[in-house]
């Protein structure tokens, strides 16, 4: 077997062991030949009995298909060997050398429990698709049909690129010829299973290593509704970058963004994307709805568990039941100016965090909607401290308002002549259904 230390072809050092299956072995070499010397990565494969002929092909088509390419995120090829007499092995062994990237993989950052922000992501899918573009429309046409976070590399540099082209494919063979089923799964569209692999597919998969960067679960772990990844309640983002995404993961590849090119420009145009349909309540949503022909009732419960709501509470008051004997000393005993000026400023601090944290996380929002008029009443711990009431007929729209990168999520904003009345803040998932529910009820388009 190889050790660290061992020199392949009198030239390749081997340093460090990145990994191993049973015919298969990947390691990080130095290559002594350059001056100065330089680090590579060596793909090892032995040619046993135990091998499958398709490993090899598979193998020889990665070597080949690397050879041709040339992008600055993509590994440089470096050299091609046979081993045929190596220590401790009967078997010769097939070697590919390429470029070292530096970094660690998107697997790695999860599985060290790293989460993606929004902004994160959107990055990683312009950078990863930047590189799609070169290899789609390189002619022929070269799909990598294997994208997830291991092969995905953050590097020093803070750029992404995108490794392991071991089951690349050259568009053209596919033309009448017996398949390979490669990929990874959970990341692989229903055509690639099928052997018909097209750059749609790539984008596919790429899709499904968004979604696993958002959500923290590989997208094989998530639940599946008509064949879509279900996800969108397990996020708080952009509801355009959510449309978007499921445009790459469509099922049909048909109805998918079809090329990598045209993935980039949708993501700059991502709020005029048609959203998916919701038809149905979203699971684990606490939300009350009744309706009938005349009457639509939506009760909207307060966000988070007991136990977050108990915290946060005592994390506000704390500081202010701290200066509450120093409040009562000044009341009964008065103070100057500059004491007067002091409390002044606490009550505004009070009132600011009341209407900025307290309303938004403990309140929660009763809508009413009947022929003639509609209703919205805002409640805290069950107290109703705003009502609104205008007529039905006088409802211009139904929407949600455009969500900044790092804020909290949005509730439902229903807009009468000008005047915006905006429900306690929904999940994602639920503001789409909730917009999508009161619209049909109302006869309204979604927007």
Not at 113 to 137: C, D, N, P, T
Not at 220 to 235: E, G, S
């Amino acid at each position: 077997m190889l050790k660290a230390g061992e020199i392949l072809c009198n030239r390749y050092q081997l340093q460090e062991k990145l990994g191993q299956d049973a015919s298969r072995q990947t390691w990080l070499a130095q290559d002594l030949a350059k001056q100065p010397q330089e680090r590579v990565v060596v793909k090892l494969l032995i040619l046993s009995p135990q091998m499958q002929w398709d490993e090899q092909k598979l193998f020889e088509r990665e070597a080949q298909v690397l050879k041709n390419l040339n992008h600055p995120r993509i590994p440089k090829y470096r050299d091609y060997f046979v081993l045929e007499h190596q220590s401790g092995s009967k078997f010769p062994w097939f070697g590919l050398v390429q470029s070292y990237i530096p970094g660690t993989s998107l697997q790695k950052l999860i599985d060290k429990g790293q989460r993606f922000s929004e902004s994160q992501v959107e990055k990683i899918a312009v950078e990863v698709l930047s590189i799609l573009v070169y290899l789609h429309e390189l002619n022929p046409p070269v799909l990598h049909r294997d994208i997830k976070p291991s092969n995905l590399i953050w590097g020093e540099d803070k750029r992404v690129y995108l490794v392991d082209f071991g089951a690349v494919q050259d568009q053209a063979v596919l033309e009448g010829a017996t398949f390979t089923v490669v990929g990874t799964y959970g990341y692989v569209p229903i055509e690639q299973f099928a052997g018909r692999a097209v750059p749609a597919s790539d984008l596919y998969a790429l899709g499904a290593t968004l979604i696993h960067l958002l959500t923290g679960m590989s997208p094989a772990d998530l639940p599946h509704r008509d064949a879509r990844i279900h996800f969108t309640d397990r996020v708080s983002v952009d509801l355009g970058f959510v449309n978007w995404i499921g445009k790459l993961t469509e099922p049909n590849v048909l109805e998918r963004l079809s090329t990598a090119r045209e993935a980039l420009a949708a993501l700059k145009n991502k709020n005029v994307l048609t959203p998916p349909i919701t038809s149905r309540k979203p699971t684990g949503s606490q939300i009350q709805l009744n309706k009938s022909a005349s009457e639509l009732d939506i009760k909207i419960p307060r966000r988070g568990g007991k136990a977050f709501k108990l915290f946060y509470l005592v994390g506000i008051m704390i500081p202010f039941l701290w200066q509450l004997p120093q409040l009562i000393n000044f009341l009964t005993r008065g103070g100057n100016s500059q004491t007067w000026f002091f409390w002044l400023f606490c009550v505004a601090m009070l009132i600011a965090v009341v209407q900025g944290t307290l309303l938004p996380t403990f309140g929660h929002t009763d809508l009413y909607f009947d022929r003639q008029n509609f209703e919205i009443r805002w409640k805290i711990f069950g107290f109703c401290y705003k009502r609104q009431r205008r007529q039905t007929a006088l409802i211009d729209k139904i929407y949600q308002e455009p969500v900044n990168q790092g804020s909290a999520p949005r509730g439902v904003t229903i807009e009468v002549e000008g005047q915006k009345f905006t429900s306690s803040p929904l999940s994602t998932i639920e503001r789409h259904w909730l917009i999508q529910e009161i619209g049909e009820w109302l006869g309204l388009d979604r927007k």
